[in-house]
T-cell receptor
Framework: EAGVTQFPSHSVIEKGQTVTLRCDPI?????LYWYRRVMGKEIKFLLH????????ESGMPNNRFLAERTGGTYSTLKVQPAELEDSGVYFC???????????FGPGTRLTVT | RKEVEQDPGPFNVPEGATVAFNCTYS??????FFWYRQDCRKEPKLLMS???SGNEDGRFTAQLNRASQYISLLIRDSKLSDSATYLC??????????????FGSGTRLSIRP
């Protein structure tokens, strides 16, 4: 069974540009989560989808971040315009049911210069 | 007070030793708890789930103390391959079905030959 995949693995962009990250969860997992880890800090929850609906987006830092999950399969996280403090590793995870075991993708390392 | 707190370590122990570390959580409504391990520059991988008083899997034992609101992880007969950062993860379950996931900052473990 394929695990969670994320694309791209690395992205280097300039401040003010736009970047879109993609996550493909494990097939059949209705729950999809986005997280971010900035240098030296703990992993922070961004949001949680159940199918195509945003169940909890309390962790989204501001309105420059937009997450979508059209059709309830893969998800995208867009950062527009990117700022220096957005640099970090963005992880996606999926699970069968909420608050249960999650399986993480390899992450996207975003560097904003 | 942080919602999930861990001793950052590092714990540096010899191969074959037993090591234990704790994680305290603030949300008394939390029902499930997880330990993940994270290797350098990799994604978190699920190690153990705790839904009741505890769980055991080979050399690893996790115990939950609801009264004092902490979870412990015990590693017996430690191996060099156990060197990693161990993350305590607590879904924040409260008034809704939303499950914001809270990560501890992680405990670094280093096993020496």
């Amino acid at each position: 069974e394929a695990g969670v995949t994320q694309f791209p693995s690395h992205s280097v962009i300039e401040k003010g540009q736009t970047v879109t990250l993609r996550c493909d969860p494990i097939s059949g997992h209705d729950n999809l989560y986005w997280y971010r880890r900035v240098m030296g800090k703990e992993i922070k929850f961004l949001l949680h989808f159940v199918k195509e609906s945003k169940q909890d987006e309390s962790g989204m830092p501001n309105n420059r971040f937009l997450a979508e999950r059209t059709g309830g399969t893969y998800s995208t996280l867009k950062v527009q315009p990117a700022e220096l403090e957005d640099s970090g590793v963005y992880f996606c995870a999926s699970s069968l049911i909420p608050a249960s075991e999650q399986y993480f993708g390899p992450g996207t390392r975003l560097t904003v210069t | 007070r942080k919602e999930v707190e861990q001793d950052p370590g590092p714990f540096n122990v010899p191969e074959g030793a037993t090591v234990a570390f704790n994680c305290t959580y603030s949300n008394s409504a939390s029902q499930s708890f997880f330990w993940y391990r994270q290797d350098c520059r990799k994604e978190p991988k699920l190690l153990m789930s705790v839904y009741s008083s505890g769980n055991e899997d080979g050399r690893f034992t996790a115990q939950l103390n609801r009264a004092s609101q902490y979870i412990s992880l015990l590693i017996r007969d430690s191996k060099l391959s156990d060197s990693a950062t161990y993350l305590c993860v607590v879904p924040h379950q409260g008034y809704s079905s939303a499950s914001k996931i809270i990560f501890g900052s992680g405990t670094r473990l280093s096993i020496r030959p």
